[in-house]
C-alpha cells in the first residue's frame, strides 16, 4: 500500500528489559509495580511528537482533557480508541485487534519508540509502511558493551572496564580511585547502576551477583569511575537510511544520582569552542559506527562536562527515540513562537481519593497557565502517569520565555499541591497558594 503522509506512533517505552538477554545475571534493583505501571503509562509522551495525519496507540486510555489539552498547545494528538479489557501490553493488544483498527491506520508508516522484533508482525498485521534496523541490531547497539568498545577504540574520555567474572570485578572496583559504578549493559534511568562506595556495599553487590552466577547465569558489567559532574548532556542525531547524519540538537539534562528528571536546551555558545567541537565529532564518529553496524534512525548520546573540564563525549547511546526526541520536539515547537521549552519529570504523592489529572488541567487553564500558543504556560505530556496508585509523576511541557521557566513551573507546582499532587523532591516544595486562593 502506498503509504500517505502520516505515521503511527506506538511504544512501550521500556524496551531496554526486551533487549537484555535472559542469561545475564543481574544487579541488584530498586522497582515496583508501582514504577512499572508508570513506565507504561510514559508512552504517552509520544504525543508530542504528533503531527498532522498522525495517529497514536497507548497502553492506557488517554483522558479527553488530555488530548484535548495538547491539542489546544498545537499538537494533534488523535489516539486509536481502545476496546474495553483489552489490556496493556500495547503490542500485544494492537495485534489482537488488527481486523478493527487496520481501517483506522490505512496508509500510515509505523513509527515505533524502538527497533522490535514485534513491530513487524504489527506492521504486516496493519498492512503499515515500516522500514526499520534489525532487533538483533538495536539490542547490540544499545548496549553499554558496544559503545564502551566505540570509546576504547577511539580513545576518549570516559570508557570503563568491561568485566565478565567475579575475580575481575573485584579487581576492577579495588582500582576506582574512589566511588565505583557497576553498570549493566542494558540498565535505564538508573536501575541499571549501582555506585560502591564502601567494602561493605561491594560485599553485598558482590554476594548478590554471586548467587546468580553459582545458579548458571552470565556475568557481564561495566565498572566506571565516578565523575565530578559540572553538566550533564546529550547530543541528538537522526542517521538516515542512506547513511547520511544528521545533528538534531544539544540539550542540558537534569540527572539526580542516575535518575533522569527533565531537559531544556543547550545552546552550542554556551560551551567552551573545544568542548561543542569535541562533542560534535565524536557524534558524528559514533553515528558513522552504528551506521557500519546496521542501525539507522533516531540517536541520542549521553555524556557529561566533569568539573575539571574533561569532556566525556559518550557514556551510553540510545539507539532509539528517547525522552530528550520529546524534549525537542517540545523546543521546536516553542521556536516558531519566540519561546523556550523544557521537559520536567517530577515524582510525586497522591492524596487518596483525588482525581488529580482533571483537577489540575481545569485549575491550569483557569489560572490562564494552561498553554495555549498565545501565551507562556505549561502542559502535561502524560495523564496516566497520575494514575496508577498512589505515587505518581508529572511530566510538564514548560513553555516560557528565556531564562523564566522556574517562574512558570513554580506556579503550576502550587497548583498540582491543592489538586493532591505533592512533589516528592525538595526542588518543589508546596508552599505556593493555588492560583484561585482569593488572598493570592
Not at 488517554?62 to 498547545?73: D, H, K, S, T, Y
Not at 541490531?137 to 576504547?152: F, G, Y
Amino acid at each position: 500500500m502506498q503509504p500517505r503522509k502520516g505515521a503511527l506512533h506506538i511504544g512501550p517505552v521500556g524496551v531496554e528489559d526486551s533487549w537484555r538477554p535472559a542469561d545475564l545475571a543481574a544487579l541488584p534493583r530498586i522497582g515496583s509495580a508501582h514504577g512499572s505501571a508508570i513506565a507504561q503509562a510514559l508512552d504517552e509522551v509520544l504525543s508530542a511528537l504528533s503531527e498532522e495525519g498522525d495517529r497514536l496507540i497507548t497502553a492506557f486510555e488517554l483522558p479527553p482533557g488530555f488530548v484535548e489539552a495538547m491539542r489546544a498547545a498545537g499538537f494533534p494528538v488523535d489516539p486509536v480508541p481502545h476496546t474495553q479489557g483489552a489490556g496493556d501490553d500495547v503490542v500485544a493488544r494492537t495485534l489482537a485487534q488488527a481486523d478493527a483498527i487496520r481501517p483506522q491506520v490505512a496508509g500510515l508508516t509505523l513509527r515505533p519508540y524502538a527497533a522490535r522484533p514485534e513491530y513487524e508482525d504489527l506492521a504486516s498485521a496493519l498492512d503499515l509502511a515500516y522500514t526499520s534496523p534489525t532487533a538483533e541490531c538495536a539490542m547490540r547497539v544499545n548496549s553499554k558493551t558496544w559503545s564502551n568498545e566505540v570509546v576504547l577504540a577511539h580513545g576518549w574520555n570516559g570508557s570503563a572496564w568491561p568485566v565478565t567474572s567475579l575475580a575481575e570485578l573485584e579487581r576492577r572496583v579495588a582500582q576506582a580511585s574512589s566511588v565505583a559504578l557497576l553498570k549493566d549493559p542494558y540498565g535505564v534511568s538508573g536501575q541499571g547502576t549501582v555506585a560502591i562506595r564502601s567494602e561493605t556495599a561491594y560485599r553485598s553487590v558482590a554476594r548478590h551477583l554471586a548467587r546468580q552466577v553459582d545458579r548458571g547465569k552470565r556475568l557481564e558489567l561495566l565498572v566506571q569511575p565516578l565523575f565530578e559532574k559540572h553538566r550533564d548532556i546529550s547530543s541528538h542525531w537522526h542517521i538516515s537510511p542512506d547513511g547520511s547524519v544528521r545533528s538534531t540538537g544539544l540539550l542540558e539534562n537534569d540527572v539526580e544520582g542516575f535518575r533522569y528528571r527533565g531537559s531544556s536546551p543547550a545552546a552550542p555558545e554556551s560551551f567552551r569552542q573545544e568542548e561543542f567541537e569535541h562533542l560534535d565529532a565524536a557524534g558524528r564518529t559514533l553515528c558513522k559506527e552504528l551506521y557500519a553496524a546496521g542501525y539507522f534512525g533516531p540517536v541520542d548520546i549521553d555524556g557529561l562536562i566533569a568539573t575539571d573540564g574533561t569532556v566525556v563525549p559518550c557514556l551510553e547511546v540510545n539507539a532509539r527515540v528517547s525522552m530528550g526526541t520529546v524534549a525537542l520536539a517540545l523546543m521546536r515547537h516553542a521556536a516558531r513562537l519566540g519561546l523556550h521549552a523544557t521537559l520536567e519529570f517530577i515524582n510525586v504523592r497522591l492524596d487518596a481519593g483525588a482525581r488529580p489529572f482533571p483537577s489540575f488541567v481545569n485549575r491550569l487553564d483557569d489560572a490562564g497557565l494552561l498553554y495555549r500558543r498565545q501565551r507562556p504556560g505549561l502542559v502535561p505530556v502524560a495523564a496516566n502517569t497520575l494514575t496508577r496508585g498512589e505515587r505518581g509523576r508529572l511530566v510538564l511541557g514548560v513553555f516560557h520565555p528565556p531564562g523564566d521557566a522556574a517562574h512558570v513551573l513554580r506556579e503550576a507546582i502550587g497548583i498540582a499541591c491543592a489538586c493532591g499532587i505533592h512533589p516528592e523532591d525538595q526542588r518543589h516544595p508546596c508552599h505556593a497558594r493555588p492560583a484561585d486562593d482569593p488572598e493570592r
